[in-house]
């Protein structure tokens, strides 16, 4: 093989291999999906309530959301948290940018639906964790997660 072919097909070969940069999955901690460890981790900013939609505000998006809301929830029952009537919230949808973490800190809801909510307070403002949160379905608790709760009270 001539030499300036030996160079050129080792150039190319690099090329190619340092294009082919390994994707990393999305990694979460533990507490982030699993509401076991999310109870045993004992902040003092967690919350976890039920609660109902009252109002939603949709706020002008920035470039790298496609939604954010401020939203209102009346509340029926606490497990974590310090217990109020009323609590503000917020949530955004961001744009995909093709990562495989792409939805997985979205949270958004419509007015009237009810939730249980599973987050952190911050400023007096509580931010729902999608994958810890769940939308009530005819206003029923799911019987894992109230088990999981009473368990830990």
């Known amino acids: ?6 160079l050129l097909y080792a150039a190319l070969s690099l090329i190619l291999f340092s294009a082919a940069i390994p994707a990393h999955a999305c990694k979460l901690a ?5 509401l076991k460890a999310f109870l045993a981790k004992k ?15 949709s706020l002008p ?10 939203m209102e929830f009346e509340t029926t029952h606490w497990w974590r948290g310090t217990p109020r009537k009323f609590v503000s ?4 949808v961001e744009k995909p940018t093709g ?15 009810e939730w249980l909510i599973v987050g952190y307070v911050e400023g007096g ?3 729902p964790m999608r994958m810890l949160s ?3 379905a005819n206003g029923d608790m799911p019987k894992d997660a109230l088990r999981i709760l009473d368990a830990h009270q």
């Open 61 to 70: 998006a920035s470039p790298l959301l496609l939604v954010d809301q401020q």
């Open 134 to 136: 769940k939308r009530l």
């Open 43 to 57: 902040d003092p900013k967690q919350v976890v309530f039920l609660g109902k939609v009252t109002s939603v505000v």
């Open 99 to 113: 990562s495989s973490c792409d939805g997985v800190f979205d949270f958004s809801v419509e007015a009237g639906a």
């Open 1 to 6: 093989m001539h030499p300036f072919a030996i």
């Open 125 to 127: 403002r509580v931010h």
């Open 89 to 92: 919230g917020s949530g955004y």
């Open 30 to 34: 533990e507490e982030a999906y699993d």
